[in-house]
Nanobody, 118 residues
């Protein structure tokens, strides 16, 4: 039971991308969901979480990224605007153990590559 990400690609600085995450074998509404990313040569970095009726963002993306749920499609989205070269990373969608945003992340997908470059 793992999420499946899509929507990555190459974009110029200042551009936008929308990532999507599809549930496979579970219902999003019952769990907190997060986006995390890993830049080349760096560790995993938390980006954003939706759960418990709230959303939260890392300072590095606050005001530029928006996480949202599409309950009808059972999908999680990440709208990324004003992209910067330092946003280049593999982005993963992660499922938590429970609906609380403080619950542990227990599964993530294979990731989708986002490259921000001129």
């Amino acid at each position: 039971v793992r999420p499946v990400e899509s929507g990555g690609g190459l974009v110029q600085p200042g551009g936008s991308l929308r990532l999507s995450c599809a549930a496979s074998g579970f219902v999003f509404s019952a769990y907190a969901m997060s986006w995390v990313r890993q830049a080349p040569g760096k560790g995993l970095e938390w980006v954003s979480t939706s759960g418990g009726g709230s959303t939260s963002y890392a300072d590095s993306v606050k005001g530029r990224f928006t996480i949202s749920r599409d309950k009808a499609k059972n999908m999680l989205n990440l709208q990324m605007n004003s992209l910067k070269p330092e946003d280049t990373a593999v982005y993963y969608c992660a499922k938590h153990r429970a609906f609380s945003p403080t619950s542990m992340r227990v599964a993530r997908g294979q990731g989708t590559q986002v490259t921000v470059s001129a």
